[in-house]
Structure formats: C-alpha cells, structure tokens
C-alpha cells in the first residue's frame, strides 16, 4: 500500500462516526474535490501526493488535541509521516499547508503561496458552504449547545436575510461572520465557480429560513 492509502485508512479509523461536522466524510469530501480541482486547474508541476496527504490530513489535530495551539495540526501530521518515512520535502510542505489552511475571520488574510495549499484550502472552503456547509453549521451549533437563531430579534424588527445585523454566536450569525465570506476568497478558478453556485444556495435558504420565521413571529404578535 501507498503512503497515501495508508494515511487514508490512518485518518477513516480516527474521523468514523465523529458528529461535530469533522467527520470523515468531510476528509473524503475534501480530498476527492482536491483532485478534482487539481484535474481541472491543468497546472504542469502540481504535487499530487503533496495534494492528497494535505487533504487528508489537513483536519488531524482536531481529532488529536482541542487546545487551539496553532502548530498541533502540523505536528500531528509531521509525526504521522514522518512514522510512514515520507521524505523530509514532501513532510514541510503538507505541514506548512495544513499551517496556513483555516480561515481566522473577516479581517485576517490567510495567504497561501503555493498551488498546492490553495487547491485544498478551496476543497475545504467548499466543504464550509452549499447544501453541505449549512448542514455542517447546525451540527457544529448544536454539538456546541449553540441556539440557531434568535427569533425575538424579528418581532422588534422586520430586517429581512439581505439586512441582518450580528447577533451573538448563533449559528444563522456563523453565516454572515464566515460562510458568506468565503465565496470572495477562493484561489481557483474551479473553485469560484463551484463556490458561487454554493453561495447562492445559501443566500435562498437564509432567505427562506428568515421568511419563515417571519410568518411565525406574525402569528405570535
Ligand atoms: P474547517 O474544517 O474548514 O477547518 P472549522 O474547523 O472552522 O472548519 O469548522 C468545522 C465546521 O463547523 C465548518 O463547517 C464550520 O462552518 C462549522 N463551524 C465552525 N464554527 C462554527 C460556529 N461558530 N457556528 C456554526 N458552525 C461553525
Ligand atoms: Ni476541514
């Protein structure tokens, strides 16, 4: 088996079952559309191993430790390959990725410089948004305890999704401090196009998700 097979089975026994919106199929999500960026983008002298063990590494340290250190991600991935004698080149560059891959809000650039890292940090951004992201935000909320939208808000006043103002840690709140900000933040063309798509999804479903709660604090004035 390949180094890359190995570390697959590697982090499915660890993700399995997982609920809080890391579980493994987020990693399979995010490595199949890593290669499918990877295809699609037609750039000569892209690693492909670099690619796949990013991609599939790229969340480990949430598994491992929970303590925000931000060099817990790359050590835990180093000393994995480094346990399955990946080459020291191959070892930096997935851990100077998986350094850089989280989004850390709306004002702090997250720069990537090599084609590599910005296929699957728009793999995993993708995964964060669509049909997908949204599910993902209401597991996250409610393995968090979080509320998932303050519906007394609206009976004082009528704003609508296009006019919200932030409320505090709310899951719909999630949608305008992150989700909606990552369509502008996409490194490839492929994933601009897939994320504007995703985008607009969201857009309708907050829209919806507001009308109805709308009609339901009509019914209570
Ligand atoms: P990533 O896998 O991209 O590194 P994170 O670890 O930041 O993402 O978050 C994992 C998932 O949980 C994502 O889908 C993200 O949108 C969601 N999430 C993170 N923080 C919140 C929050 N405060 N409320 C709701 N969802 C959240
Ligand atoms: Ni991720």
């Known amino acids: 088996m390949d180094i890359v097979s ?3 089975d590697y982090v499915k026994s660890k993700f399995y ?4 919106g890391h579980d493994w199929w987020h990693i399979h999500r995010v490595y199949e559309t890593s290669l499918q960026i990877m295809e699609r983008e037609h750039h000569d002298g892209v690693n492909k191993e670099v690619v796949a063990l990013a991609a599939l590494l790229h969340d480990i340290a949430d598994w491992k430790f929970n303590n925000g250190d931000d060099e817990a991600g790359p050590s835990a991935a180093a000393e994995w390959l480094e346990s399955q004698q ?6 930096e560059s997935v851990c100077k990725i998986i350094r850089h891959l989280s989004f850390k809000g709306a004002g702090v650039p997250t720069p990537m410089d090599n084609l590599e890292g910005k296929i699957v940090q728009d793999a995993d951004r993708l995964d964060a ?3 997908i992201g949204i599910a993902r935000a209401f597991a996250y909320g409610g393995y968090k305890n979080r509320e998932m939208f303050d519906s007394e808000i609206l009976l004082q006043s009528h704003q609508t999704a296009a006019e919200y103002k932030a409320q505090q840690s709310t899951t719909v709140n999630h949608f305008y401090e992150k989700l909606l900000l990552l369509r502008d933040r996409m490194n490839t063309e492929t994933g601009k196009k897939i994320a504007e798509e995703r985008h607009h999804f969201m857009v309708q479903f907050l829209e919806q998700f507001f009308r109805e709660s709308h009609d339901e604090a009509c019914w209570h004035a």
């Open 129 to 131: 948004i669509g049909a």
């Open 86 to 91: 990946a080459s020291p080149s191959v070892i």
């Open 17 to 20: 079952g997982e609920g809080s």
């Open 6 to 8: 190995r570390t697959a």
